[in-house]
């Protein structure tokens, strides 16, 4: 069996799912010693990135200090509430890579400062709220001394979410990123490696599929795009099947890491969309065990955090692609 580098990351953040500059609360992260005791378990080492407004929460920082001790803290920045606060609250701003460079450098160093101040440790790795990274996003992380990102989502297009970033044509290997270009194309000596999530979709050629789905991205055909789903690894909106059946396509391809992810509000009823019950967070927490037991049962994974996979294969050649 093929070894494959296996990362978890939690976006760990305030429970406020709908962004909001005010009234910010924690209350998640009290769930946080629980689904760290499924990761020592499962042998996972996880990958927190964390929000200014967890961070200077006293309480939600130590419960995030103890559950981080097997795995990484790393940076997670929500521009509308992330100091200093000089833009107008308008959803386009929610949205990074849209601000002015200097105020984007200035939001990245008051969380740095902020992460610093509580764990101790400088982050080595980065995620941008909802994925919203640009050029000028990956020159602040060059100037703040981050080494990693992990904000691409392959084949995913933002753009009609409040003028997001596209990610069509990404790689699904980790690769490098240089200041001023395109956070697509790899750059030979970039100074900041990408550490993609996972995504594709449910049959091969991906690229074919690729151009299908979004030529039926269209009123009155969009129902069509079941043809071919488009699955991010994630239990927050794929089934177990469906992670599994990517997870196989992506080995396929000679993908040497794959990346589950999901929301720290999942972890308590009610607060994301994707867990409205109790029952609904156990069905996650299930799902969880079985996508990792079920594929550790096909694959060999060496469960490893986000700087720990940029660190093995940044710059390898991805091998030739074998069937899973």
């Known amino acids: 069996m093929r070894d494959v580098l296996m990362v978890v990351s939690i976006d760990t953040e305030e429970d406020n799912w709908y962004h909001s500059r005010r009234d910010a609360t924690v209350d998640n992260i009290g769930e946080l010693p629980r689904l760290a005791s499924l990761f020592e378990g499962l042998g996972v080492r996880p990958t927190y990135f964390t929000t200014y407004q967890v961070a200077i929460d006293p309480r939600a920082a130590q419960l995030l200090r103890e559950a981080g001790q097997s795995g990484e803290i790393a940076a997670h920045l929500h521009p509308w509430n992330t100091p200093p606060l000089t833009e107008a609250f308008l959803p386009g701003n929610s949205m990074l890579k849209n601000l002015p460079a200097a105020l984007q450098l200035a939001k990245l160093q008051s969380l740095t400062a902020a992460l610093q101040r509580t764990f101790g440790v400088s982050p080595r790795s980065f995620r941008a709220g909802r994925y919203g990274l640009g050029q000028d996003t990956v020159a602040a992380l060059i100037r703040c001394g981050?080494?990693?990102?992990?904000?691409?989502?392959?084949?995913?297009?933002?753009?009609?979410?409040?003028?997001?970033?596209?990610?069509?044509?990404?790689?699904?290997?980790?690769?490098?990123?240089?200041?001023?270009?395109?956070?697509?194309?790899?750059?030979?000596?970039?100074?900041?490696?990408?550490?993609?999530?996972?995504?594709?979709?449910?049959?091969?050629?991906?690229?074919?599929?690729?151009?299908?789905?979004?030529?039926?991205?269209?009123?009155?055909?969009?129902?069509?795009?079941?043809?071919?789903?488009?699955?991010?690894?994630?239990?927050?909106?794929?089934?177990?099947?469906?992670?599994?059946?990517?997870?196989?396509?992506?080995?396929?391809?000679?993908?040497?890491?794959?990346?589950?992810?999901?929301?720290?509000?999942?972890?308590?009823?009610?607060?994301?969309?994707?867990?409205?019950?109790?029952?609904?967070?156990?069905?996650?927490?299930?799902?969880?065990?079985?996508?990792?037991?079920?594929?550790?049962?096909?694959?060999?994974?060496?469960?490893?955090?986000?700087?720990?996979?940029?660190?093995?294969?940044?710059?390898?050649?991805?091998?030739?692609?074998?069937?899973?």
């Open 146 to 324: 981050y080494e990693v990102d992990s904000s691409v989502t392959p084949f995913v297009s933002w753009e009609e979410f409040d003028e997001g970033p596209t990610f069509v044509g990404a790689p699904l290997n980790i690769y490098r990123l240089g200041a001023g270009r395109d956070v697509r194309q790899p750059a030979e000596q970039g100074e900041l490696i990408e550490v993609p999530l996972s995504s594709g979709f449910s049959r091969r050629p991906f690229t074919l599929w690729d151009r299908v789905h979004r030529a039926l991205d269209v009123p009155g055909l969009r129902r069509l795009r079941g043809l071919c789903k488009r699955t991010l690894l994630s239990p927050e909106g794929a089934s177990v099947a469906d992670m599994l059946s990517l997870s196989c396509r992506l080995l396929e391809r000679g993908v040497r890491h794959l990346q589950l992810t999901l929301h720290s509000p999942s972890l308590k009823p009610g607060l994301s969309p994707f867990t409205p019950t109790a029952g609904d967070v156990a069905r996650l927490y299930a799902m969880i065990e079985e996508y990792l037991t079920r594929l550790s049962q096909s694959t060999s994974l060496t469960c490893v955090t986000v700087s720990e996979a940029a660190e093995r294969l940044a710059d390898r050649a991805p091998p030739k692609a074998t069937a899973c």
